[in-house]
């Protein structure tokens, strides 16, 4: 029996539990004479028995899937002589692999060893079983959790308390994998960079001046010995970043300015949407918009002036990457200032205030921390920001505040370090899990202050 | 005074031979009863119309305010009592489909002529709100804001000395003088409201008009408020809307009753709560709806 059909007979178990428990209830109440008799609603009772029935055999079958591979796999190995379990793990695997190949039909090469195609039956076997037992132990159990559930109900059972609480753990579970699947990341990214500061010093990392991570992978190739100094590709970010912010604060703070104050309703809602499509707006898209079309365009602005620039320039991925922005800040900027209340501008109107004095003195005074913690987490995304540097910024790694030069970024080089041919015992691949590490802290950390300012923020107000 | 009204007033209804000596007007009629006009007015209103989109607000309203006096203005809930006080400073102009027609005169100049600015006009005509709305600012810079946009002081000690004079007028200054640079949020309701009193008067203006100055306020805020609204007739007019009767009874020369959008009756506050003309407003005074 196929898994597909297993669970759809459990599905019909469920609704049958569901269906037929809450007529059970129903019938119950109506037979005491006083259907408030019942302690919870009918509908409660069916969604227990559902529950009660669909839990358990959905979760054996789920650890079922999970065990029965490394099962089947250890009773083959115990099955094959004793020559194959010396064997060391690389070869035995090699040797499951064609065993489970050959149960599929594939088998290549004229001959079979006979003993492999042996334990090819074995396995083909084991599986069979393994699926009879599986479909025979979860409908007994899911026929047996009914009965039991049809059979556990009295008037008074507390049923709408029981499924309000499995309702709390499911919610429960569903935010716990979401925390773990962070955790997982941070450990990952953790262990790596343990390894890549076990052959460099964490000093020579955090303030070397030299970025230029090729190195040999073979010991017959020519390559530099690697130098591993992140400065100069934060220096990179943050001049990238700065360039970003200095173009999208001004333009989406004035726009939010604009669009929550001077706007007429029909304006803000045309405008508004226009805006936010920028945000909707591949940032593949806007890099090779950045790489095609503004980086030529400065690099020939800057000749006709006399300037040297080169056709990868930081000017470029920053002017265009504060545009991707802009409707960062100005949504949110839009909220906070929307969010001062209406009586404070009355105030500042009644006393013979202006638009422009009244936005000036007593709306953007009153929304700055918000406004604030919003260029904050503008300033973190365009740290993480990476399609539009790789195609736009160059991989240079100069350590430059000029503007018109080539830079490049922590995404970037994380990008390309993780390219290609990887060797995960080299400094050089490793290198990427540090950066990644170091990123992932100093954005935490600009988080982590922005939705300080915005609570802080908020309790001025309630 | 509060006592003496309202034991007074329901006698008054059965008594037979007072309501021979009063005009009854019945509950149909829409005009404005008793004495909406007086001889040299400070604010004029005539025929003021306010509409809200297709929905008219306001019917038709005429009413003086003559100087140096409180005029309060009751009424149920939604009979447009804060919506006619707002177009005495064009509060109103900030609402986008809000239309007034109708004259509006300060001092013989039409407020809503295209030619006037409203700038000095609120300058001239201050406003206090229901809800104490300081400004997340210092108590210094609440008051100092108004007098800081038009210009009126040149010098910081100037400023001083403004900061000084309204904070003492609206009964401030000895509570905040040692704290002028703490936020004005972090004060109490009661002072609050009196800080954006004192904020009203800083720009110097001539009418003040209060929107429920006390409806947030506990009782001790509310009769110190009421208090100073008694001293800052000697200096200003002012225009106060109340729904607290006893309020109007005891802070105002005149009340002014609304209902509906219709101004019903206007006269002497003494007169129109012990011998009212128009029979709804009667039935509000005695508390038979409202």
């Not at chain 1, 492999?116 to 079983?129: E, F, P, R």
Request: hydrophobic fraction near 45%; aromatic fraction near 8%; include cysteine.
């Amino acid at each position: 029996m196929s898994n597909l059909l297993l669970v759809t007979i459990l599905l019909g178990f469920v609704s049958f539990g569901y269906v037929y428990g809450r007529k059970y209830a129903l019938a119950a109440g109506k037979k005491g004479g006083d259907i408030h008799k019942l302690h919870s609603r009918p509908a409660y009772h069916g969604m227990l028995i559902a529950l009660w029935c669909g839990l358990p055999t959905l979760l054996i079958l789920f650890v079922w899937q999970l065990i029965e591979p490394s099962i089947i796999t250890s009773m083959i190995i115990s099955s094959l002589p004793d020559t194959f379990s010396s064997l060391t793990p690389g070869p035995r695997g090699l040797i499951l692999n064609d065993i489970r190949n050959l149960a599929q039909g594939l088998h290549f090469g004229s001959t079979v060893d006979p003993e492999l195609l042996h334990a090819s039956d074995y396995y083909l076997q084991l599986q069979q079983t393994g699926k009879n037992i599986k479909s025979a132990s979860v409908i007994v159990i899911g026929i047996a959790a009914l009965l039991v559930g049809f059979r556990h109900f009295s008037p008074g059972l507390r049923a709408r308390n029981h499924v309000e609480r499995i309702v709390r753990y499911f919610l429960i579970c569903c935010s716990l994998i979401a925390i773990f699947t962070t955790i997982g990341i941070i450990l990952s990214v953790l262990f790596e960079a343990i390894r890549f500061f076990q052959k460099i010093p964490l000093s020579e990392f955090l303030f070397g001046l030299t970025w230029s991570p090729q190195t040999s992978i073979r010991a017959d190739q020519v390559a530099a010995s690697g130098e591993f100094g992140a400065i100069p590709v934060f220096a990179g970010t943050m001049l990238i970043s700065a360039i970003a912010m200095a173009v999208a604060t001004p333009i989406g703070l004035l726009s939010a300015i604009y669009l929550s104050e001077y706007a007429s309703k029909r304006m803000r809602a045309v405008a508004k949407p226009l805006i936010e499509i920028l945000a909707g707006v591949p940032t593949v898209v806007y890099g090779f918009f950045a790489a095609l079309v503004v980086a030529p365009f400065i690099r020939d602005a800057g000749a006709s002036i006399g300037l040297q620039v080169s056709s990868e320039s930081a000017l470029a991925a920053g002017l265009i990457m504060g545009i991707m922005i802009i409707p960062f800040i100005m949504s949110i900027s839009d909220d906070v200032i929307n969010a001062v209340p209406q009586s404070l501008r009355d105030g500042s109107y009644g006393l013979g205030a202006t638009k422009s004095e009244t936005v000036k003195n007593v709306i953007i005074p009153a929304a700055l921390p918000g406004i604030v913690g919003g260029i904050l987490l503008a300033v973190s995304r365009a740290i993480g920001e990476t399609m539009i540097v790789v195609m736009a910024a160059g991989l240079s790694a100069n350590l430059t505040a000029n503007p018109l030069q080539a830079v490049t970024t922590v995404t970037v080089q994380i990008v390309t370090l993780l390219v290609g041919d990887q060797e995960f015992d080299s400094a050089k691949t490793l290198a990427a899990f540090a950066l990644g590490l170091l990123l992932f802290i100093v954005t935490l950390i600009l988080n982590i202050l922005a939705l300080y300012i915005v609570r802080t923020y908020r309790e001025e107000y309630e | 005074m509060l006592q003496t009204l309202s034991s007074t007033t329901p006698p008054v209804i059965e008594s037979g031979n007072q309501t021979k000596t009063r005009a009854r007007v019945s509950r149909d009629d829409r005009n404005t009863a008793g004495h909406p006009f007086v001889d040299k007015p400070r604010m004029s209103c005539r025929d003021v119309n306010v509409y809200y989109g297709d929905k008219k607000a306001i019917n038709s309203v005429s009413i003086d305010i003559a100087e140096n006096e409180v005029l309060a203005m009751i009424g149920p809930s939604g009979c447009g009592k804060s919506t006619f006080l707002r177009c005495l400073n064009r509060m109103n102009d900030t609402i986008a489909i809000c239309r007034v027609d109708g004259t509006i005169k300060l001092d013989d100049q039409d407020i809503y002529d295209k030619k006037i600015d409203v700038v000095p006009l609120r300058a001239q005509v201050g406003m206090v709100f229901q809800k104490p709305n300081p400004f997340p600012k210092s108590i210094y810079e609440n008051v100092a804001y108004g007098p800081r946009i038009h210009g009126l002081a040149d010098a910081k000690t100037e400023l001083d000395a403004i900061v000084e004079r309204s904070l003492i007028k609206a009964g401030l200054w000895d509570e905040v003088k040692d704290r002028l640079d703490q936020p004005g949020t972090g004060l109490s309701g009661g002072q609050q409201q009196r800080l954006c009193i004192a904020r009203a008067i800083a720009v110097g203006p001539e009418v003040i008009l209060m929107d429920e100055p006390c409806s947030a306020l506990d009782p001790i805020a509310t009769a110190t408020i009421e208090e100073l609204i008694s001293e800052l007739k000697l200096q200003y007019t002012i225009v106060i809307v109340t729904h607290n009767m006893q309020q109007a009874a005891r802070v105002s020369q005149r009340t002014a009753y609304f209902h509906l959008g219709d101004l019903l009756e206007v006269g002497q506050t003494d007169k129109l709560f012990t011998r009212p003309s128009h029979q709804l407003t009667e039935d509000y005074i005695t508390g038979r709806f409202g």
